[in-house]
């Protein structure tokens, strides 16, 4: 039995776990979840693998962890605010460009793609004319 793995896995589990619990309570975005002590009850956990599975929930941004408040369910669960990391991107102009030019590039490939498959259709007629055409 690989217990290093089990252990790596725990934190993960709980978290679906506390989601879970998030669902079948019907907890809106904004509510709170139960302190930390009657939670780990709840699901028969400990307190501190409860914790690690609150803190990768915070990263997932499921839930909202304020210091001396508790933990709520994130006011967008799981939507992260940045997920291509375009604040850590100082030129922003040189960023719009260049989205600009990826969506004219793109947009001429998907043009080039139809015309390719608008041919294709016209060989493949053309190709079962003929052999209609070898079978008289």
């Known amino acids: 039995m690989n217990f290093e793995s089990d252990e790596r896995n725990l934190p993960q589990k709980i978290s679906e776990d506390i989601i879970s619990f998030i669902l079948n309570e019907h907890l809106?975005?904004?509510d709170k979840l139960p302190n930390e002590a009657h939670l780990a009850k709840e699901l028969n956990i400990g307190r501190s693998s409860l914790r690690e599975a609150m803190k990768l929930l915070a990263s997932r941004n499921i839930v909202t962890i304020r210091q001396g408040s508790g933990t709520y369910v994130a006011s967008s669960p799981g939507v992260v605010d940045d997920p291509l990391g375009f604040t850590f991107?100082?030129?922003?102009?040189?960023?719009s460009k260049i989205c600009l030019k990826s969506v004219f590039y793109w947009s001429q490939l998907s043009q080039l793609c139809l015309q390719r498959m608008q041919?294709?259709?016209?060989?493949r007629?053309?190709?079962l004319c003929v052999m209609r055409l070898k079978s008289f």
């Open 28 to 30: 809106q975005p904004g």
């Open 89 to 95: 991107i100082p030129d922003k102009k040189s960023l």
């Open 119 to 123: 041919i294709i259709m016209i060989l």
């Open 125 to 127: 007629k053309l190709f």
